[in-house]
T-cell receptor
Framework: GQQLNQSPQSMFIQEGEDVSMNCTSS?????WLWYKQDPGEGPVLLIA?????ELTSNGRLTAQFGITRKDSFLNISASIPSDVGIYFC?????????????FGEGTQLTVNP | DTGVSQDPRHKITKRGQNVTFRCDPI?????LYWYRQTLGQGPEFLTY????????KSRLLSDRFSAERPKGSFSTLEIQRTEQGDSAMYLC?????????????FGPGTRLLVL
């Protein structure tokens, strides 16, 4: 079953606002990834984090790999209507310990124009 | 388009029938994964291949499920004697698993409905 706790479950914001969501785990991961999924489609990779403490940006998105390796957060600045969707965090142990991704339950983001 | 492709995109079947899904990974990706996603949940791991070898299977993968990757390129996932509980989105992902920074890229999924 799922090991990651992702919060919040849903967010309703106004266009232009900043958004923050996070993911925590009871066990460590060596890689954290953030995906966005639109209805009826597969997850699309947003940001990948490979090192504890790493802070990475991709346009208006910023994500950090927690120093304990048990958590990660994703920030979206100046939200726009096309940011609507479900955001998933995923953790991975790595090559020699297992390559499977373990996903959170997702954060549903709604942006009101 | 050079991304991961899946076929069919949608499948409706009657309980007890067999279904088979296909996944074509990104060219030269040596790892291929299958996940299952039910409504309101994140994807859950089913199995993965490195080249043609099936290296890991989840406990979710009952004996009615079988996956193959015969030539280390495309993969098929077969579900025998489908049950209503098999209704879900089946996602395929591929990666290049030799760089130490493995990143999995997902296909659009196959949505299965078992009546």
């Amino acid at each position: 079953g799922q090991q990651l706790n992702q919060s919040p479950q849903s967010m309703f914001i106004q266009e232009g606002e900043d958004v923050s969501m996070n993911c925590t785990s009871s066990s460590i991961f060596n890689t954290w990834l953030w995906y966005k999924q639109d209805p009826g489609e597969g997850p699309v990779l947003l940001i990948a984090l490979y090192k504890a403490g790493e802070l990475t940006s991709n346009g208006r998105l910023t994500a950090q790999f927690g120093i304990t390796r048990k958590d990660s957060f994703l920030n979206i600045s100046a939200s726009i209507p096309s940011d609507v969707g479900i955001y998933f965090c995923a953790g991975q142990l790595g090559d020699f310990s297992g390559s499977r991704l373990t996903f959170g339950e997702g954060t549903q983001l709604t942006v009101n124009p | 388009d050079t991304g991961v492709s899946q076929d069919p995109r949608h499948k409706i079947t009657k309980r007890g029938q067999n279904v088979t899904f296909r996944c074509d990974p990104i060219s030269e990706h040596n790892r291929l994964y299958w996940y299952r996603q039910t409504l309101g949940q994140g994807p859950e791991f089913l199995t993965y291949f490195q080249n043609e070898a099936q290296l890991e299977k989840s406990r979710l993968l009952s004996d009615r499920f079988s996956a193959e990757r015969p030539k280390g390129s495309f993969s098929t996932l077969e579900i025998q004697r489908t049950e209503q509980g098999d209704s879900a989105m089946y996602l395929c992902a591929s990666s290049l698993g030799n760089s130490g920074k493995e990143t999995q890229y997902f296909g659009p999924g196959t949505r299965l409905l078992v009546l």
